[in-house]
């Protein structure tokens, strides 16, 4: 038995498994289907970090700075710059180091996760380790467990295996797989095994089961040809052909029609990291190992998207140095100009002001930048005001560099169905023949009830004579069988409904509670046809033959499947009602389309069902068609199209199904919460209009006093263009404004440009808009022009399911909802969430928080570092640009790492403002974001005058009272220690003074460590042997201080001038606070303190 490369054959006869070209196996040291997803060795961690690590500008702008510093007779010390450097370098590689062990942790998780192997040589299946699986092994998997590779189909449980891709794709559907039709006829023979009943013994009769089916197919010499391994998801091809076939085999094939060699196609094949569901077993060989593997070609790096914050500090840092190197250009042409000749060279000089001044951009800027973002990030995980009461799942920041965005939103896009709803589907209502059956939900508080659209069901059900019979009975086959749910029986004989969708699940039930059950789904042995047999009204069974499907996808919006039943082959076809009306014999019949209104109005997803039957000849044509579209290798998307257009018209409707979606817990009060903090709200949904209107207005979205524009219905270009002209003169008024716009209408407006100007004036003057009938591309396309029209706004996408994926993507925020439809959009997003009201904390306390953080660092770290550049400016006109430094080398060195660098870091991460609760009873607080109160020109202008005038006064004071101008006496030195003092007092009081919470622990405890370092400090380098060896110059500067009484008054003096500052801030804070110290002044007078029950009503719920 031979599994082997395209066009390499091997020996047949053996009893065993050979993949070749050999070297597949003996990839990767022997075991090809380990996985190793680590960036580094222990040798090679270092370096490889290291070169890393130089990619970023900043770090190559220290190591010209470390060279420049190794100059002889330079103007510092080269200890006390590439030491500090060094430190950072190292500090990195090992975070580096500690994120790959966690990489590696996983890697072993996965290796060593178990599975059941065929051995050739015992001819027993035994247990083994995923990353000992190799190509060509064959492998059983039992229902819950996992495949260790990428592998073909030989034998499923009633033919077929139903597999959940959540791990691949995070669709939770569950998608069906099936063997080759050869392997299907050479399997149904006896000497492959009877198929196995579930039961205790089940597993043991299996495995040997499977022993036979394994030892049959050695003796037909199968052979199968692969293609080289591709990337692409729902694309697999290769042969399948019998060497040594038995005259049996032969026989078993010509009888169920299957040739050789066979095409294979990906609905054989099963991706590495699936997992079996609802199937007892599956037997299956290894197509694919390793790297090979569709999961690992599928890897790939997410592109990243950079906060705002992120590119104001790379302008700021280029402002730094622009201006560096401007100043150092001025001061060697101002010496030069003087006529100091002390031996310097003009680039010299020039080199030698860039060495004394190059910590004006500090060494850990973008380490310290990155920490406190992992900080804000870590508290968002932690909060547990964010935790599903259900799951017991909180919130998840899979990225912490964009937690300041979140507190700068414009505009916020919204999925609708399991994002604002629960996508738990309730089957409602449903109309046959323009007759509503009544409701198919329970009355509220009484479940004993039976709902009385079952009644009327039944009732018409039971009696063939009525005259509705016929209709309610194709109406409730087609919700039977026309599906992609799977049934699965307990051992009490209950059964339970698992699908594509929860849509399809509610009509599969609703069917079976008036008595027209899905009773099973069984593969016809040798092809892809499928029996759904189905049971009632009564005792009846009807079996149903799949023959094709055409799926349902975003942008088809239906789905069809051709059946055979009785002699007869027939379309069942169920789709949105804007899509199946021109696929209707006739119009939809006027009673039938007043019950869809009526459904839509009442807040119900609506869906149209239609059969027709098919003629024979018609019908077997068709099918062909659609078997060589399956194996067609390019252009399959427009070939499936043209072949859904051949069969999918002069349909007969059915009936009119009506589902109930319901909004989650605390949507209408989040979204009030939303609005009322500035933010623009949008829902975009593939909804019909009128159902997306009804669920917006649940929401709170729109209200009674809204003006509402509709925009659809549009047909070309120029309809749009008038559609926007009208809706901008009736929002024109002073009443709140809101928007209804149509997939056909943003079709045509994204294609002129001054029709998406004027909607953008449009979403501008409104405050909320609700879009119908979207495809998933188009959704990100108004994401991308609100983006595109407003440069510095923020976009945050939300929603739940892989159709939110490319909106989630292209936003500058996106956020993934935990819900039923997979994982995908949590795989894509930026934060992850289980329910939409906690999009209110996050936004309104966490992003707002983290806004005002994250600007305040910004400021005041290009505030402190100015600060301490001042005194060598200063410095340096005092001698005439002599190129010489102004503080001590190591005090430099100590100021950014330890002095003044722990306390921003602590205060900026620790600080708070308002309490949780507080915070989302004033939502206008967010406006700070809205408005960049925290950071803007005027602002950071503001922060840097406070540098200049601080660092000269720092230098200044002490120089002029107890300082001299020659560099090498004592009086410069202790003079320049005092003034080093004192832009610490400065830098740290100010600090201090724009802090939330001036007087909390945390605060308090690391000023009183900043100034006990800053002491510690200069006594070891004054007053210690060590220290004399690293800075000779201050030996003795303790006591040279505090013995003489005008280096004393110095040293009181200079920080008393910062009362100056005092004042200023106390009085702008006075005549022009921000809406947060407004609402701080409001709690401490006990104004801020709600009754308790308006409390509860603005708070996002917790509690089950």
């Given at each position: 038995?031979?599994?082997?490369?395209?066009?390499?054959?091997?020996?047949?006869?053996?009893?065993?498994?050979?993949?070749?070209?050999?070297?597949?196996?003996?990839?990767?040291?022997?075991?090809?289907?380990?996985?190793?997803?680590?960036?580094?060795?222990?040798?090679?961690?270092?370096?490889?970090?290291?070169?890393?690590?130089?990619?970023?500008?900043?770090?190559?702008?220290?190591?010209?700075?470390?060279?420049?510093?190794?100059?002889?007779?330079?103007?510092?010390?080269?200890?006390?710059?590439?030491?500090?450097?060094?430190?950072?370098?190292?500090?990195?590689?090992?975070?580096?180091?500690?994120?790959?062990?966690?990489?590696?942790?996983?890697?072993?998780?996965?290796?060593?996760?178990?599975?059941?192997?065929?051995?050739?040589?015992?001819?027993?299946?035994?247990?083994?380790?995923?990353?000992?699986?190799?190509?060509?092994?064959?492998?059983?998997?039992?229902?819950?467990?996992?495949?260790?590779?990428?592998?073909?189909?030989?034998?499923?449980?009633?033919?077929?295996?139903?597999?959940?891709?959540?791990?691949?794709?995070?669709?939770?559907?569950?998608?069906?797989?099936?063997?080759?039709?050869?392997?299907?006829?050479?399997?149904?023979?006896?000497?492959?095994?009877?198929?196995?009943?579930?039961?205790?013994?089940?597993?043991?009769?299996?495995?040997?089961?499977?022993?036979?089916?394994?030892?049959?197919?050695?003796?037909?010499?199968?052979?199968?040809?692969?293609?080289?391994?591709?990337?692409?998801?729902?694309?697999?091809?290769?042969?399948?052909?019998?060497?040594?076939?038995?005259?049996?085999?032969?026989?078993?094939?010509?009888?169920?029609?299957?040739?050789?060699?066979?095409?294979?196609?990906?609905?054989?094949?099963?991706?590495?990291?699936?997992?079996?569901?609802?199937?007892?077993?599956?037997?299956?060989?290894?197509?694919?190992?390793?790297?090979?593997?569709?999961?690992?070609?599928?890897?790939?790096?997410?592109?990243?998207?950079?906060?705002?914050?992120?590119?104001?500090?790379?302008?700021?840092?280029?402002?730094?140095?622009?201006?560096?190197?401007?100043?150092?250009?001025?001061?060697?042409?101002?010496?030069?100009?003087?006529?100091?000749?002390?031996?310097?060279?003009?680039?010299?000089?020039?080199?030698?002001?860039?060495?004394?001044?190059?910590?004006?951009?500090?060494?850990?800027?973008?380490?310290?930048?990155?920490?406190?973002?992992?900080?804000?990030?870590?508290?968002?995980?932690?909060?547990?005001?964010?935790?599903?009461?259900?799951?017991?799942?909180?919130?998840?920041?899979?990225?912490?560099?964009?937690?300041?965005?979140?507190?700068?939103?414009?505009?916020?896009?919204?999925?609708?169905?399991?994002?604002?709803?629960?996508?738990?589907?309730?089957?409602?209502?449903?109309?046959?023949?323009?007759?509503?059956?009544?409701?198919?939900?329970?009355?509220?508080?009484?479940?004993?009830?039976?709902?009385?659209?079952?009644?009327?069901?039944?009732?018409?059900?039971?009696?063939?004579?009525?005259?509705?019979?016929?209709?309610?009975?194709?109406?409730?086959?087609?919700?039977?069988?026309?599906?992609?749910?799977?049934?699965?029986?307990?051992?009490?004989?209950?059964?339970?409904?698992?699908?594509?969708?929860?849509?399809?699940?509610?009509?599969?039930?609703?069917?079976?509670?008036?008595?027209?059950?899905?009773?099973?789904?069984?593969?016809?042995?040798?092809?892809?046809?499928?029996?759904?047999?189905?049971?009632?009204?009564?005792?009846?069974?009807?079996?149903?033959?799949?023959?094709?499907?055409?799926?349902?996808?975003?942008?088809?919006?239906?789905?069809?499947?051709?059946?055979?039943?009785?002699?007869?082959?027939?379309?069942?076809?169920?789709?949105?009602?804007?899509?199946?009306?021109?696929?209707?014999?006739?119009?939809?019949?006027?009673?039938?389309?007043?019950?869809?209104?009526?459904?839509?109005?009442?807040?119900?997803?609506?869906?149209?069902?239609?059969?027709?039957?098919?003629?024979?000849?018609?019908?077997?044509?068709?099918?062909?068609?659609?078997?060589?579209?399956?194996?067609?290798?390019?252009?399959?998307?427009?070939?499936?199209?043209?072949?859904?257009?051949?069969?999918?018209?002069?349909?007969?409707?059915?009936?009119?199904?009506?589902?109930?979606?319901?909004?989650?817990?605390?949507?209408?009060?989040?979204?009030?919460?939303?609005?009322?903090?500035?933010?623009?709200?949008?829902?975009?949904?593939?909804?019909?209009?009128?159902?997306?209107?009804?669920?917006?207005?649940?929401?709170?979205?729109?209200?009674?006093?809204?003006?509402?524009?509709?925009?659809?219905?549009?047909?070309?270009?120029?309809?749009?263009?008038?559609?926007?002209?009208?809706?901008?003169?009736?929002?024109?008024?002073?009443?709140?404004?809101?928007?209804?716009?149509?997939?056909?209408?943003?079709?045509?407006?994204?294609?002129?440009?001054?029709?998406?100007?004027?909607?953008?004036?449009?979403?501008?003057?409104?405050?909320?808009?609700?879009?119908?009938?979207?495809?998933?591309?188009?959704?990100?396309?108004?994401?991308?022009?609100?983006?595109?029209?407003?440069?510095?706004?923020?976009?945050l996408a939300i929603g739940d399911g892989a159709n939110d994926v490319s909106m989630i993507q292209g936003a500058h925020v996106g956020i993934g909802i935990r819900g039923k439809e997979g994982n995908q959009a949590v795989q894509a997003s930026d934060v992850a969430i289980s329910q939409f009201r906690f999009l209110v904390p996050l936004l309104l306390c966490h992003g707002r928080r983290a806004y005002r953080r994250v600007a305040t660092f910004l400021c005041y770290m290009f505030y402190k570092h100015t600060a301490i550049a001042i005194g060598d400016i200063v410095w340096a006109h005092q001698v005439w640009f002599a190129g010489v430094i102004a503080y001590p080398d190591w005090l430099q060195a100590a100021f950014p790492a330890v002095v003044v660098g722990l306390p921003v870091l602590v205060v900026m991460t620790m600080d708070k403002d308002l309490p949780d609760e507080i915070a989302l009873l004033n939502p206008e607080l967010y406006v700070e974001g809205l408005e960049k109160m925290r950071f803007n020109p005027a602002l950071f202008a503001s922060w840097i005058f406070s540098a200049v005038y601080h660092g000269t006064v720092a230098w200044l004071v002490p120089n002029l009272m107890c300082g001299s101008t020659d560099y090498e006496s004592t009086d410069f030195w202790y003079a320049s220690v005092i003034s080093f003092i004192s832009v610490v007092v400065f830098v740290n009081c100010r600090l201090w003074m724009v802090t939330e919470s001036p007087g909390s622990k945390w605060t308090i405890g690391i000023m009183a460590f900043s100034f006990f370092s800053l002491f510690f400090t200069i006594y070891m380098l004054g007053e210690t042997t060590l220290g004399y060896a690293f800075q000779p110059e201050i030996w003795g500067v303790v006591g040279g201080i505090l013995g003489d009484t005008n280096r004393i008054l110095a040293l009181v003096c200079t920080p008393m001038l910062l009362l100056v500052d005092l004042a200023v801030y106390q009085f702008q804070s006075s005549t022009n606070p921000y809406p947060l110290t407004a609402a701080r002044r409001r709690l401490r007078k006990g104004q801020n303190r709600p009754p308790e029950q308006k409390l509860q009503a603005r708070i996002p719920d917790t509690?089950?």
């Open positions: 038995l031979t599994f082997s490369k395209l066009g390499l054959a091997g020996d047949a006869q053996s009893a065993a498994v050979i993949a070749e070209p050999a070297t597949l196996n003996a990839a990767n040291a022997g075991a090809p289907n380990r996985v190793r997803t680590t960036r580094f060795t222990l040798a090679s961690w270092l370096p490889k970090s290291l070169f890393a690590q130089f990619q970023r500008a900043a770090n190559i702008y220290f190591v010209i700075v470390c060279g420049l510093v190794l100059i002889p007779d330079g103007p510092l010390m080269w200890q006390s710059t590439v030491g500090p450097f060094c430190l950072v370098l190292f500090w990195t590689a090992l975070k580096d180091l500690y994120e790959d062990r966690r990489r590696q942790r996983d890697d072993d998780a996965e290796n060593l996760r178990s599975c059941t192997r065929y051995n050739a040589k015992t001819g027993m299946f035994e247990e083994a380790s995923w990353q000992d699986v190799k190509v060509g092994d064959v492998l059983l998997n039992f229902t819950d467990e996992a495949f260790p590779a990428d592998v073909l189909v030989i034998r499923g449980a009633n033919g077929q295996a139903f597999i959940s891709t959540v791990n691949l794709d995070g669709e939770t559907n569950l998608k069906e797989r099936r063997p080759a039709d050869a392997f299907s006829a050479l399997t149904d023979m006896p000497e492959a095994g009877a198929e196995v009943p579930r039961g205790a013994a089940a597993k043991e009769a299996v495995k040997r089961m499977a022993i036979q089916t394994v030892q049959h197919l050695f003796t037909q010499g199968v052979k199968v040809d692969l293609e080289m391994p591709m990337p692409i998801l729902n694309e697999m091809d290769g042969t399948v052909d019998l060497k040594t076939a038995t005259e049996g085999a032969k026989a078993k094939l010509e009888a169920l029609s299957v040739k050789t060699p066979e095409t294979l196609n990906a609905k054989l094949f099963i991706p590495r990291g699936c997992v079996l569901r609802n199937s007892l077993y599956c037997l299956s060989v290894a197509a694919y190992c390793g790297n090979d593997t569709k999961t690992r070609l599928n890897v790939a790096d997410a592109v990243g998207k950079v906060s705002n914050m992120q590119l104001y500090l790379n302008r700021g840092v280029q402002a730094l140095v622009s201006s560096l190197a401007i100043f150092c250009l001025y001061a060697a042409i101002a010496a030069t100009a003087k006529g100091v000749d002390d031996g310097t060279s003009f680039p010299m000089r020039f080199i030698f002001y860039w060495i004394i001044l190059y910590q004006v951009v500090p060494i850990s800027l973008y380490v310290c930048f990155e920490i406190v973002k992992l900080v804000l990030g870590f508290q968002i995980n932690k909060d547990p005001a964010m935790v599903d009461p259900r799951t017991g799942v909180g919130a998840m920041a899979r990225t912490a560099d964009l937690v300041e965005e979140m507190g700068q939103v414009n505009f916020v896009f919204s999925d609708k169905t399991g994002t604002l709803t629960e996508n738990e589907m309730v089957y409602a209502r449903a109309c046959v023949a323009g007759t509503d059956l009544g409701d198919f939900r329970p009355e509220a508080g009484d479940n004993t009830k039976e709902p009385a659209g079952w009644t009327e069901s039944k009732r018409i059900l039971s009696n063939s004579k009525d005259p509705l019979y016929e209709q309610a009975l194709w109406f409730f086959l087609s919700l039977a069988t026309n599906h992609s749910v799977q049934v699965e029986v307990d051992d009490q004989g209950k059964k339970k409904f698992e699908g594509s969708s929860a849509d399809e699940v509610a009509f599969v039930q609703a069917a079976a509670d008036v008595g027209v059950t899905f009773t099973s789904r069984v593969r016809q042995a040798g092809s892809d046809h499928v029996d759904i047999v189905v049971t009632g009204p009564g005792s009846e069974e009807r079996v149903f033959t799949k023959l094709g499907e055409i799926p349902f996808t975003s942008e088809r919006k239906r789905m069809s499947v051709i059946f055979k039943h009785a002699g007869d082959y027939w379309i069942f076809c169920k789709g949105a009602d804007n899509i199946m009306g021109p696929l209707l014999d006739e119009a939809l019949p006027s009673s039938m389309a007043e019950k869809l209104t009526e459904y839509s109005k009442l807040g119900l997803r609506t869906l149209v069902v239609a059969t027709r039957k098919l003629d024979e000849r018609l019908a077997t044509k068709w099918l062909n068609t659609l078997a060589a579209v399956g194996q067609a290798k390019q252009g399959k998307e427009e070939a499936l199209a043209e072949a859904a257009a051949e069969i999918e018209h002069s349909l007969n409707v059915a009936g009119v199904t009506a589902i109930e979606d319901k909004l989650q817990q605390g949507v209408p009060e989040a979204i009030v919460s939303i609005k009322a903090a500035g933010i623009r709200f949008w829902v975009l949904t593939g909804d019909k209009t009128e159902t997306a209107v009804e669920i917006v207005k649940a929401c709170r979205l729109f209200t009674e006093s809204m003006v509402l524009a509709h925009l659809v219905n549009c047909k070309d270009e120029a309809q749009a263009l008038q559609l926007l002209q009208e809706a901008k003169k009736s929002l024109s008024g002073p009443r709140e404004a809101g928007l209804v716009i149509d997939g056909s209408f943003v079709q045509h407006v994204l294609s002129s440009d001054q029709a998406r100007l004027i909607l953008y004036d449009l979403a501008m003057a409104s405050r909320s808009c609700v879009c119908c009938r979207l495809s998933p591309q188009q959704k990100r396309k108004l994401v991308e022009l609100v983006k595109e029209q407003n440069k510095a706004g923020i976009t509690t089950e």
